[in-house]
């Protein structure tokens, strides 16, 4: 058998990695400025991280949601206390894509309505209703058929007068917009899609899974717009590549037996690596600096003239330019060893390094783009 070819691949294999490096099969040293689309958040291999997983793995792995799993609520816990949503409830699956059709299904539930109100650009995994709420049409099947309305970010116009209908179960809205971009409703579109959602009894999910974790500067990119949504997404960070998502769901949601379930979904395994990457975060004070690696970064950007402007927040960031970014990444990662991303924006570099980076590695990644750019610009030059 061999692999459903559905990755465009770059020719690089890693082994190991520790921090902010990834070595290859070659040997070749890479710095992670992309953390493998913004999962790596407390860094490649944390020696407690590798403890928590090494030891659960050895004691009890999986047995499945019908027993006690004392892990879960432990982990429940101190996510509410990290992100100041203690008196929500968590519901924990696998990936993000898992934790939106949960919320959206969860909304389904609560309203018993069905339309979806999503947003230009965004993008909010592959499961069939969170596929229809992913403005992308060429990842849409005919059997992802959902009732899905896209607006622009930061129309108020069309946001009162699509929600004022009285249809809608939900809103979905990235904290910060990943895939499309790093665009983000400013504050005064969040109040408002927060307060016409009570006005309409209208569900208002927080997409935060990749601008969740601390990634903004705050543990959830939307505690800047001073909202609280009725549930908020998670995966990515969350795990530090251990796969798991969750919902956090307000106290006004009504659990019952059956409603939702899953089996993988917070096993003993994946509860450890979860549990371990807060104690991290909280241990290495991983939130509060990432403001300060955010200033510093900005500031090197902006000694660069080919950098028109910088995308995000936190360590969620994009450097636009004003030329499509696809051979600078190629040229950032065999020649000068670093790993960025990209996004449908085609001029826009995504940058999304462990939280743990630090102000040399900073350094690097301006030394690496710096070369980078010259040898484009040179290439661009002979080809003209
Ligand atoms: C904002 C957002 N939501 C949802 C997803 C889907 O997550 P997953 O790939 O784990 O299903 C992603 C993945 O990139 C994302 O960036």
């Given at each position: 058998?061999?692999?459903f070819?559905v990755?465009?691949?770059?020719d690089?294999?890693p082994?190991k990695?520790?921090g ?6 070659k040997?070749?040293e890479?710095l992670?400025f992309?953390?493998?689309h913004?999962v790596?958040s407390?860094?490649?291999?944390h020696?407690?991280y590798v403890a928590a ?9 999986f047995?499945?949601?019908s027993?006690?799993n004392?892990l879960?609520e ?9 992100s100041g949503y ?11 894509a ?14 018993g ?7 230009s650009?965004s993008?909010h995994?592959r ?13 849409v099947?005919?059997?992802n058929n ?12 069309a ?9 809608a179960a ?5 904290g910060?917009?990943g895939?499309?971009g790093?665009?983000e409703?400013?504050?005064s579109?969040f109040?408002?899609?927060s ?13 935060e899974?990749?601008s ?7 543990f ?7 909202i609280?949504p009725?549930?908020?997404s998670?995966?990515k ?7 798991i998502g969750?919902i ?7 659990a ?9 979904g917070?096993?003993?395994?994946a509860c450890?690596a979860a549990?371990?990457v807060l ?9 509060h ?5 955010n200033?510093y970064f900005?500031k090197k950007?902006s ?9 995000g927040?936190?360590l ?13 990444r190629?040229?950032m990662?065999?020649d ?15 940058i999304?390094p462990?939280l743990?980076i ?9 030394d690496?783009?710096?070369?980078a750019?010259?040898?484009v610009?040179s ?5 003209v």
């Amino acid at each position: 058998m061999t692999l459903f070819d559905v990755y465009p691949l770059y020719d690089i294999t890693p082994v190991k990695a520790f921090g902010a490096k990834v070595f290859d099969v070659k040997g070749r040293e890479f710095l992670d400025f992309y953390g493998g689309h913004g999962v790596i958040s407390i860094g490649h291999s944390h020696p407690d991280y590798v403890a928590a997983i090494s030891n659960q793995a050895a004691k009890l792995g999986f047995y499945s949601n019908s027993i006690k799993n004392p892990l879960q609520e432990e982990l429940a816990a101190k996510l509410g206390q990290l992100s100041g949503y203690e008196d929500y409830t968590l519901f924990l699956c696998n990936s993000g894509a898992e934790a939106n059709e949960n919320a959206l299904k969860l909304a389904s539930f609560h309203t018993g309505k069905s339309k979806v109100i999503a947003f230009s650009k965004s993008f909010h995994g592959r499961t069939s209703a969170a596929v229809a709420a992913t403005d992308n049409k060429s990842i849409v099947a005919p059997i992802n058929n959902h009732e899905v309305v896209f607006l622009p970010l930061n129309d108020a116009n069309a946001f009162v007068s699509e929600i004022s209908k009285g249809d809608a179960a939900c809103v979905i809205i990235e904290g910060i917009q990943g895939v499309g971009g790093l665009d983000e409703a400013d504050t005064s579109f969040f109040q408002l899609i927060s307060a016409e959602c009570k006005k309409h009894n209208v569900v208002l999910i927080l997409d935060e899974i990749q601008s969740g974790y601390g990634r903004s500067g705050k543990f959830f990119a939307h505690q800047y717009h001073d909202i609280q949504p009725d549930i908020i997404s998670v995966a990515k960070g969350m795990g530090n590549g251990f796969p798991i998502g969750g919902i956090l769901i307000s106290p006004d949601f009504k659990a019952s037996h059956g409603l939702l379930g899953t089996t993988f979904g917070g096993n003993h395994l994946a509860c450890a690596a979860a549990l371990s990457v807060l104690d991290v975060i909280q241990k290495e004070n991983l939130i509060h600096e990432v403001n300060a690696k955010n200033d510093y970064f900005v500031k090197k950007a902006s000694a660069f003239p080919e950098v028109k402007k910088v995308k995000g927040r936190g360590l969620m960031l994009g450097l636009e330019f004003d030329f499509e970014i696809a051979d600078l990444r190629k040229t950032m990662i065999y020649d000068q060893g670093i790993f960025t991303g990209n996004a449908s924006q085609k001029n826009l570099l995504r940058i999304l390094p462990p939280l743990s980076i630090t102000f040399e590695e900073i350094d690097l990644f301006f030394d690496g783009l710096k070369q980078a750019l010259a040898k484009v610009a040179s290439a661009q030059n002979t080809s003209v």
